[in-house]
């Protein structure tokens, strides 16, 4: 497949080293592709399960014609050779967790030309719930749409974590496994521009991408998703442990 519009030298020679690497690790089944916008800059969003997925979401991207720009903590730009590499490759900064987030995307949306994306996980963790369904997202990719207004993407994948687990160590690469990635349509956030950037507000766009990318991922493993998603707030004690996940709470 001809790689036509990422312009970043950096980029498509990252490219030459982990395209081919991922090809040998995965068979893809890439669906719906007409979804992404043909033009112009944009927000892609996708669910979050291993470790992984954050590759195969970026080489997806990649290879529909797109140069995926990754949110990153700012203090990963100061260090020598992590830096270097996200500096040439045109990541953006962001001060997480603060209004800052914002700007950040607003800064980054006017070099967001020429094909070019800004990737974003929303949960901003790998996912707890146990059979690894979506759960409650952070507002900080509400934040960033409403202040920038780019159209918002929903990705749903699946089939990552099937090489490596959720905080796996070893990747497993045989039988090579596939990895399915589908697109829906934007999601539309228009009747939310206008408003106060509360938190009814940010949690109603919040919750429209993450439904939008659970229905998408519903469709993918054919199967109904839970009523209601995992709530990582309600069980603090899971943010850090990796091993055991409490039952979802499900009206």
């Not at 893809?28 to 007409?34: A, G, K, L, Q």
């Not at 903590?73 to 490759?89: E, I, M, Q, Y």
């Not at 949960?123 to 934040?143: I, S, V, Y």
């Not at 938190?199 to 998703?225: G, H, K, Y």
Request: hydrophobic letters at 45%; glycine letters at 6%; proline letters at 10%.
């Amino acid at each position: 497949m001809p790689i036509a519009r990422p312009d970043s030298r950096a980029y498509r020679a990252v490219a030459r080293v982990v395209r081919p690497l991922m090809f040998a690790m995965v068979r893809y089944d890439w669906r719906n592709v007409e979804n992404l916008p043909p033009e112009g800059g944009f927000i892609a969003a996708a669910n979050h399960v291993t470790e992984l997925d954050a590759v195969t979401f970026a080489h997806f991207l990649f290879d529909q014609g797109y140069e995926p720009r990754i949110l990153a903590k700012r203090g990963l730009f100061t260090t020598p050779l992590v830096g270097s590499v996200l500096r040439a490759t045109r990541m953006i900064p962001v001060d997480r967790g603060t209004t800052a987030a914002a700007k950040s995307l607003e800064d980054a949306a006017a070099q967001l030309g020429g094909g070019a994306c800004v990737a974003i996980l929303p949960e901003g963790t790998l996912t707890r719930d146990p059979d690894l369904w979506p759960m409650e997202a952070k507002t900080g990719l509400a934040r960033m749409a409403l202040a920038s207004r780019l159209p918002v993407v929903p990705i749903a994948q699946w089939g990552a974590h099937r090489v490596l687990a959720r905080y796996g160590r070893l990747p497993r690469l045989f039988p090579r496994k596939t990895v399915t990635v589908s697109v829906g349509p934007p999601v539309d956030l228009s009747d939310l521009y206008d408003r106060p950037l509360d938190s009814q507000v940010l949690r109603a766009a919040t919750n429209r991408v993450m439904d939008a990318i659970t229905a998408q991922l519903a469709e993918i493993r054919e199967e109904p998703a839970p009523a209601a998603r995992f709530d990582l707030r309600k069980h603090p004690e899971y943010e850090t442990k990796r091993t055991t996940y409490p039952p979802v709470e499900r009206p």
